[in-house]
């Protein structure tokens, strides 16, 4: 793991890393799939948002592959393709519900009006969610990346300190109030055990995301309900998750743990239904590190 030693992502290790890796990566995609070079008729890619030195290694080799190949160029925005999991998941999933977008850098809850058309309700004022999770991986001296193996330890651990739960107001998330307890905690109490903190943890920045998505249904009646993104791959959320469901009667629909994570299947769904709504992208589409998603 390129970043393990530090304890989180350094942009220009991960830029040089996606250089090595992705004329090989394809490569094997392709043996992998049975599928030619000549084969191929469309090249999806993630242009917007992300680390602007990953993307300006992506971007152009998606280019250089539409042009030589003589096939169309759809840009992705990415947090798109963490929605467009959900259908790859469930593809009788149909527009208008409402949505939960949670990864490492990214908090988002929003309605899906339809595919590629977004209303933002509301999305974090701080850290995103899974980053709190990393975050307090490494207070407790955990491995990168941290949000499994804080689940992993929560399992040993009692949920016996009292973390308050993020409530900024209205819509919206915020993590790092409570990555600042738990780094507190730790340092006046050494000696509670770290699986007690870890669970306590998570129990608590799970339920200001059950919080905010049970007020979103309140707020607007969907009966269905779409989380994803690589925090929704956390087992524990998942529970406290399939619990509101059941208490609302909610349809509650999560993408297998391998289409929460950043996967190249989500990107290629979303590319596609982008290109039979809007055309191809043109060769010049710039890379964007941050860009709302509408």
Not at 81 to 103: Q, Y
Not at 217 to 225: D, N, S
Not at 270 to 291: C, K, N, V, W, Y
């Amino acid at each position: 793991m390129v970043h393990a030693e530090y304890g989180g992502v350094v942009p220009e290790l991960a830029a040089r890393a996606h250089m090595k890796a992705i004329v090989p990566v394809t490569e094997a995609a392709l043996v992998a799939a049975g599928v030619a070079w000549s084969d191929l008729s469309l090249v999806a890619v993630t242009n917007t948002p992300g680390l602007m030195g990953a993307l300006l290694v992506g971007l152009p080799f998606a280019k250089a592959l539409s042009y030589s190949l003589g096939i169309p160029l759809v840009g992705v925005n990415h947090l798109e393709g963490h929605l467009f999991a959900l259908r790859l998941e469930h593809p009788e999933l149909e527009p208008p519900f409402l949505a939960a977008v949670l990864s490492g850098g990214h908090t988002e809850l929003l309605v899906v009006e339809d595919w590629c058309r977004y209303r933002l309700l509301g999305s974090t004022v701080d850290d995103a969610c899974g980053e709190a999770f990393d975050k307090v991986a490494k207070l407790l001296g955990l491995p990168y990346p941290g949000g499994a193996e804080v689940e992993k330890l929560s399992r040993e651990g009692r949920e016996s300190i009292n973390f308050p739960v993020p409530d900024p107001g209205g819509l919206d998330f915020s993590f790092s109030g409570l990555k600042t307890a738990v780094l507190y905690h730790r340092r006046d109490h050494p000696d509670t055990p770290r699986a007690d903190v870890a669970a306590s943890f998570q129990r608590a920045a799970v339920a200001a995301v059950t919080n905010r998505v049970e007020q979103a249904v309140r707020k607007t009646g969907f009966r269905v309900v779409g989380v994803s993104g690589g925090v929704a791959a956390n087992g524990y959320l998942r529970e406290r998750l399939a619990d509101l469901a059941r208490h609302h009667e909610l349809n509650l629909v999560i993408p297998r743990p391998e289409y929460c994570t950043d996967n190249a299947a989500m990107i290629a769904a979303a590319g596609l239904e982008r290109f039979a709504r809007f055309g191809p992208s043109p060769l010049d589409l710039p890379a964007a590190a941050r860009t709302a998603l509408s």
